[in-house]
């Protein structure tokens, strides 16, 4: 295989493409890259297999599915020119907001040489980021009355805790606190999702959005099951400005979790704001966690939820760690409360 320099092992190639170890594995098991095997078995990456795994990366970066990157590289370019077009929109819109603190800055230079000094709560707006809207209220029980303030609302917000952290109440919390949000709970999976394919055949714009969305969820490798279609209908429904979801993995395989927040991430930075309850680290994949996503963690002992940055080391990552397990693990231990040994 010539020199060894070239040839990198899979968290060294992840970390020179830029995305997580597991992002590669999913490649690969989708036929997208095919890494060579050292003389023991071990993954290994040559030049070709990070030209391609780069290439995927940036399809993926510009919001195409995983089947539509398979098209793309084997010469079928029809899914770029949309996925383009969204990619500019989202830039047009950074520039504007960028356009707009510009002259903001401006002005203020102008005013400081008239003699007028900004306030602070003006500087401080201009060096913080934007955000959509802010939540601020004052903790339901089991917290003390303690305030809750978030300024920045991303695309993403999971909501992370152990049983009986109170993470479902802070939801709650959040779905009433904002202006024209929705809170999804488990019902929509009562009946079978009678309900909801009623509430899809009555509404063709629903039926439409629907079926556009689940043909990406499922080019992914999803299933169409009753309750990916109860999630997405709820998703699309169109009418809340925000949506707090409770356990969002519930009734999803593995593949149907990847292909979600696969899905949900391709939305962009101007998305609909979506509050997740989860306990899925396939949904909350604290390797993939982006610049549009914030994790809110709710504590074991009942001090005020924080917002938690996403890297090892920070105060809170390991609680939020520890609150996440895989699929198969959940399956196990669903309507598991607690046990007790006599």
């Not at 604290?286 to 914030?294: H, R, S």
Request: net charge negative; aromatic share 4%; hydrophobic share 45%.
């Amino acid at each position: 295989m010539g020199s060894s320099a070239q040839f990198l092992n899979p968290s060294e190639a992840a970390r020179r493409v830029g995305v997580s170890v597991k992002a590669l594995r999913i490649y690969e098991q989708h036929g997208l890259i095919t890494p060579l095997r050292t003389a023991s078995g071990w993954r290994t990456y040559g030049p070709s297999e990070m030209d391609r795994a780069t290439e995927v990366a940036t399809l993926r970066t510009l919001g195409l599915s995983l089947a539509q990157v398979g098209r793309v590289l084997k010469g079928d370019p029809q899914s770029v020119p949309p996925a383009l077009a969204v990619h500019q929109a989202m830039l047009e819109d950074q520039v504007r907001e960028l356009t707009d603190k510009i002259e903001k800055v401006r002005c203020m230079r102008a005013d400081l040489d008239r003699g007028h000094a900004p306030a602070f709560e003006e500087l401080a707006r201009v060096m913080r980021p934007a955000s959509k809207a802010a939540i601020a209220f004052d903790l339901p029980w089991p917290w003390g009355g303690e305030r809750f303030e978030l300024h920045d609302i991303r695309p993403l917000n999971f909501i992370v805790g152990p049983l009986f952290s109170g993470k479902t109440r802070l939801a709650h919390a959040i779905a009433d606190s904002l202006p024209h949000c929705a809170f999804i709970g488990l019902e929509r999976l009562a009946n079978e999702g009678a309900d909801v394919q009623e509430q899809i055949k009555a509404d063709p714009a629903l039926r439409a959005r629907v079926d556009e969305a689940l043909t990406w969820l499922v080019e992914d490798g999803a299933s169409a099951t009753t309750a990916l279609v109860a999630l997405v209908a709820a998703l699309e429904s169109g009418d809340p400005k925000a949506l707090v979801i409770d356990m969002i993995e519930q009734g999803l395989d593995h593949v149907a979790q990847e292909a979600l927040i696969a899905h949900l991430r391709r939305r962009g930075p101007k998305a609909q704001p979506l509050f997740l309850l989860t306990r899925s680290c396939v949904i909350l994949d604290l390797a993939a966690v982006g610049p549009n996503e914030t994790i809110i963690l709710c504590p074991a002992n009942h001090n005020p939820p924080s917002v938690v940055a996403p890297y090892l080391g920070a105060p809170g990552y390991e609680a939020v760690a520890t609150c996440l397990a895989s699929p198969e693990v959940r399956a196990r231990t669903e309507g598991v409360v607690a046990m007790r040994v006599a």
